[in-house]
């Protein structure tokens, strides 16, 4: 018997590390298991390709499989096509609609995510969410038996050594927005740059927006780049495509407020890594995010930008009411600790071993 885990892609980063951890986990358990992918793009080592299964890696009639969603891939027609038990753990699709406009070649890849998951609903001995809302999703598609664990993540990963030189140049004496996600339409980065542009003509308070992240979609960032041009922002917006952990360390010590305009998440690790950094949060309440935050931030039912930019403002200014929300952020990030989900995630895998 074992847990074996397959993914579309095995990579660094949130679900990547969740994959890992829940490795590590089974292994505890005294079931283990490998880890399958179509694109591996770890350290050589820490997983297979997923066609091995059941050829260089024996199959057992005991086996799990543990498949992860986030886009269509052949990975989940080769999961369905086994006999073994099957575990779906939902990690959210993008509305294809977000795509439409900007990246028509993405469009495909996340409706047939979309169908896949549906069509895997009468497949699945259980279906695990990383929220409320992703479980929703799930119900909704006739998935019979689900149940909720959080992204398996150990804070400490959002721990680096800063780099000194960017916490230098990063410095000012200005109030600073920061949102540290990827460049995608969904995460609705133009929203924040209307209400840093709302909140520069209401308030006249020095500041700047600082919007970090890999650029996934390039026709969105141009028309980034243009509404910053548009709006004559050009030296108070700044859109930065990488950074190293070091940087992104100092980009959260010298930020003031983090800000999320984001209008569809399954979970969202930043807002932990905001809160776990110390940052005060001030986010927009849409998907998952009310319930990813709890009370560690603050959250608004709206984002038109002359709200969202009162609601910064305030943070900014109000010394008490940021202390208690930088007080309450640590309180929330202290939920998700790796023992409790680890716990719970090893309760979910007992109700199919």
């Keep these: 018997m074992a847990v074996h885990q397959l993914v579309p892609t095995l990579e660094p980063g949130a679900v990547g590390g969740h994959i890992l951890e829940i490795q590590r986990l089974t292994r505890e358990m005294g079931v283990g298991g490998e880890i399958f992918a179509e694109h591996l793009r770890m350290a050589p080592g820490t997983g297979r390709d997923f066609r091995d299964y059941g050829r260089s890696v024996k199959a057992h009639a005991g086996d799990v499989l543990l498949y992860h969603m986030a886009i269509g891939s052949t990975v989940a027609d080769f999961a369905a096509g086994r006999p073994e038990t099957l575990v779906v753990d939902h990690h959210n699709i993008t509305p294809a609609s977000w795509f439409v406009a900007w990246e028509p070649a993405a469009v495909h890849g996340v409706a047939w995510g979309r169908h ?144 999320s305009a984001s209008e569809h998440e399954g979970f969202s690790v930043t807002l932990l890594e905001a809160m776990h950094h110390g940052v005060p949060v001030v ?38 009411l940021r202390a208690a929300l930088v007080d309450a952020g640590r309180r929330r990030v202290a939920d998700f600790d790796l023992a409790v989900t680890r716990t719970r995630m090893a309760d979910a895998l007992a109700r199919v071993l």
């Design 116 to 259: 896949q998951l549906a069509a895997l609903a009468g497949r699945s001995a259980l279906g695990i969410a990383d929220s409320a809302y992703n479980e929703r999703e799930l119900v909704e598609l006739g998935y019979a038996s689900t149940t909720v664990v959080p992204i398996l993540l150990d804070a400490s990963s959002f721990d680096a050594e800063v780099d000194d030189a960017a916490l230098e140049r990063l410095t000012t004496d200005e109030d600073v927005w920061l949102f540290v996600s990827r460049i995608v339409p969904n995460k609705c980065q133009h929203d924040l740059i209307k209400a840093f542009a709302a909140h520069q003509r209401a308030y006249g308070t020095p500041a700047r927006l600082r919007i970090v992240g890999y650029p996934a979609s390039e026709r969105y960032v141009q028309a980034l780049h243009a509404l910053v041009d548009a709006l004559d922002l050009r030296d108070r917006v700044e859109i930065v495509p990488s950074a190293t952990p070091g940087e992104k360390i100092a980009h959260y010590r010298t930020a003031d407020v983090y800000v």
């Design 283 to 320: 986010a927009y309440a849409s998907t998952a995010v009310p319930e990813t935050l709890g009370d560690g931030g603050l959250c608004l039912p709206s984002k038109a930008p002359s709200v969202l930019a009162a609601a910064v403002d305030r943070v900014a200014r109000d010394r008490a």
